[in-house]
């Protein structure tokens, strides 16, 4: 298999948080982090939260026909999930959905999913599937919303990284005033005895929000993604 093909088929299932966590790593640490997905290759199949993300709209209360009560219950997204997601995946996206269904319903404000979907380009005809399902809007305030269903919490400059990324593919043309949201469903971190951190188990759900000062520019962002293409090229030929 040629090259190109690697990486494209690596592409394919490389999440786009992961992505970030490149992006937030030191240069020098990069080909490690990024070695892992080059095993988990050779591996076979990856677990994903694919099967919670194609129901987000339905969880976020996305209106479906005519009937403007008629929001999904969390029956409905349980068989939703059955059919979606493979068997070793379906207990943990089930445990996320739940957790996500509790955090917004009851809404105030209406949930959408009728906007273009974007993709993360990182290369010419190379590109990772960003997962922003839904948007929201509250009276005159509107905005895209991520779904982080992990356990392992956001940390340092890895939430403003993960909504700069959203806001340059996202925020133009009739969504030019929208802002950008992360819905954080991991877990509070465990201190250990001895100063040791590691996730919890009870999930912590929260909304992050990017502040515009924290914008991290489209050429910064550009100059981090050639980097971390570079080196999966290289990495490729390890699969």
């Known amino acids: 298999m040629s ?7 690596l592409l394919q299932r490389y999440p786009f948080v992961d992505f970030a ?7 020098v640490q990069r080909k490690n982090v990024l070695r892992t997905y080059v095993d988990r290759e050779r591996k076979g199949r990856w677990k994903s939260y694919k099967g919670l ?3 987000v709209p339905d969880i976020a209360g996305v209106q479906r026909g005519l009937d403007p009560s008629a929001r ?11 059919s979606r997601c493979h068997r070793d995946d379906l207990a943990f996206n089930t445990e996320a ?7 917004l319903r009851p809404a105030s404000m209406d949930a959408y999913d009728d906007h273009p979907r974007a993709s993360l380009r990182i290369a010419p005809d190379r590109t990772i599937l960003m997962g922003v399902e839904h948007y929201v ?11 982080h269903p992990r356990k392992e919490r956001l940390e340092g400059h890895l939430p403003d990284i993960l909504m700069s990324l959203i806001h340059h593919n996202y925020v133009r043309d009739d969504y030019a005033d929208f802002e950008v949201e992360i819905i954080d469903l991991s877990c509070e971190p465990v201190i250990g005895p001895r100063g040791g951190i590691k996730p919890g188990e ?4 929260r909304i992050l929000r990017l502040d515009p000062s924290d914008l991290i520019s489209r050429e910064d962002l550009n100059e981090q993604a050639d980097h ?7 990495l490729s030929e390890e699969i």
């Open 137 to 147: 809007v509250d009276g005159e305030r509107a905005a895209f919303r991520y779904v």
């Open 228 to 234: 971390i293409y570079s080196l999966l090229m290289e």
């Open 97 to 103: 959905a739940k957790c996500l269904f509790d955090f």
């Open 3 to 9: 090259q190109k093909k690697k990486i494209a088929g």
């Open 21 to 27: 966590v490149a992006i937030a790593t030191e240069r």
């Open 72 to 82: 999904a219950d969390f029956s409905t997204i349980e068989k939703g999930l059955v």
């Open 53 to 55: 993300r194609s129901l």
């Open 202 to 205: 009870i999930r912590a759900p």
